[in-house]
């Protein structure tokens, strides 16, 4: 079995606000297309076309429509992104017989050796969140990997230098950055904004974290915009219209 780190020299990780995610599956196709391209074994997809298409994704997105508690307010619907979330305590580490999944010390990222994985499949049922995915091809665990091969790129400009998911989100959803740093955006934003642990009851202590919808008023006297547009005119036919309407009706 695999052991943990004791501590992390950084703990990078991500935050995602739930309150401007648009569900638009931006991260997913980037996260497709960034991992199928460059880190590790392509993401494979099996019989994409076909009756029963199956393919490997490590980023997926979840909605649901939430009724707020209070009577008045609106349902709202919430995206809810989905991936690794790089746990201090993660039981897909420590269960895994072959050392294959391990944790970082330099940055506590959780990653899979692909070259010792056998897909036993044992970290994928240890995981409380979902976040493995078995590579029904490669035959392999496949996970996040917070875009390891692009954070330390120096070949790539500093802005690029974030995972593909983060760097391709258009409403800005998706933040990326060093928790263990008190003063980082992300920690800020996890403060200011009351930032919360995926299930915390699990004790697995993720480094990702997520901001809270905010609740959406319900608008009173909504103003008919289309209204003056939509107000019935006089249909009496005039012209040639008109004269053909009044001769039909000597008939």
Same mark, same amino acid.
């Given at each position: 079995?695999?052991?943990?780190?004791?501590?992390?020299?950084?703990?990078?990780?991500?935050?995602?606000?739930? &309150?401007?995610?648009? !569900?638009?599956?931006?991260?997913?196709?980037?996260?497709?297309?960034?991992n199928?391209?460059?880190?590790?074994? =392509?993401?494979?997809?099996?019989?994409?076309?076909?009756?029963?298409?199956?393919?490997?994704?490590?980023?997926?997105?979840?909605?649901?429509?939430? /009724?707020?508690? /209070? +009577?008045?307010?609106?349902?709202?619907?919430?995206?809810?992104?989905?991936?690794?979330?790089? @746990?201090?305590?993660?039981?897909?580490?420590?269960? @895994?017989?072959? !050392?294959?999944?391990?944790?970082?010390?330099? &940055?506590?990222?959780?990653?899979?050796?692909?070259?010792?994985?056998?897909?036993?499949?044992?970290?994928?049922?240890? @995981?409380?969140?979902?976040?493995?995915?078995?590579?029904?091809?490669?035959g392999?665990?496949?996970?996040?990997?917070? @875009?390891?091969?692009?954070?330390?790129?120096?070949?790539?400009?500093?802005?690029?230098?974030? =995972?593909?998911?983060?760097?391709?989100?258009?409403?800005? +959803?998706?933040?990326? !950055?060093?928790?263990?740093?008190p003063?980082?955006?992300?920690s800020?934003?996890?403060?200011?904004?009351?930032?919360?642990?995926?299930?915390?009851?699990? !004790?697995?202590?993720?480094?990702?974290?997520?901001?809270?919808?905010?609740?959406?008023?319900?608008?009173?006297?909504? =103003?008919?915009?289309?209204?003056p547009?939509?107000?019935?005119?006089?249909?009496?036919?005039?012209?040639?219209?008109?004269?053909?309407?009044?001769?039909?009706?000597?008939?």
């Open positions: 079995m695999t052991s943990l780190p004791t501590q992390t020299d950084r703990k990078l990780g991500l935050v995602i606000d739930l &309150d401007i995610c648009v !569900g638009c599956h931006a991260c997913v196709t980037s996260c497709k297309g960034w199928t391209e460059n880190y590790g074994a =392509p993401l494979s997809d099996m019989d994409a076309y076909g009756a029963k298409p199956q393919g490997t994704f490590l980023n997926r997105i979840h909605s649901f429509e939430v /009724q707020p508690q /209070q +009577a008045d307010k609106p349902a709202q619907t919430v995206h809810f992104p989905k991936s690794c979330l790089h @746990c201090d305590d993660a039981p897909c580490v420590t269960v @895994c017989p072959t !050392g294959a999944s391990y944790k970082r010390q330099e &940055d506590g990222i959780v990653l899979v050796n692909e070259s010792s994985c056998i897909g036993c499949g044992l970290c994928a049922w240890a @995981c409380p969140y979902g976040a493995r995915e078995m590579d029904a091809d490669a392999v665990m496949k996970k996040c990997t917070l @875009c390891v091969d692009r954070i330390y790129n120096e070949n790539l400009p500093e802005e690029d230098r974030q =995972p593909a998911c983060v760097r391709t989100c258009p409403s800005n +959803a998706r933040h990326f !950055g060093d928790f263990a740093d003063e980082s955006h992300v800020q934003m996890v403060t200011d904004r009351g930032g919360f642990d995926l299930m915390p009851e699990l !004790g697995t202590s993720p480094v990702n974290k997520y901001l809270p919808p905010r609740p959406k008023d319900a608008m009173e006297d909504v =103003p008919d915009i289309l209204g547009m939509m107000a019935r005119v006089d249909d009496t036919p005039t012209g040639f219209l008109g004269w053909l309407d009044r001769t039909l009706e000597k008939i």
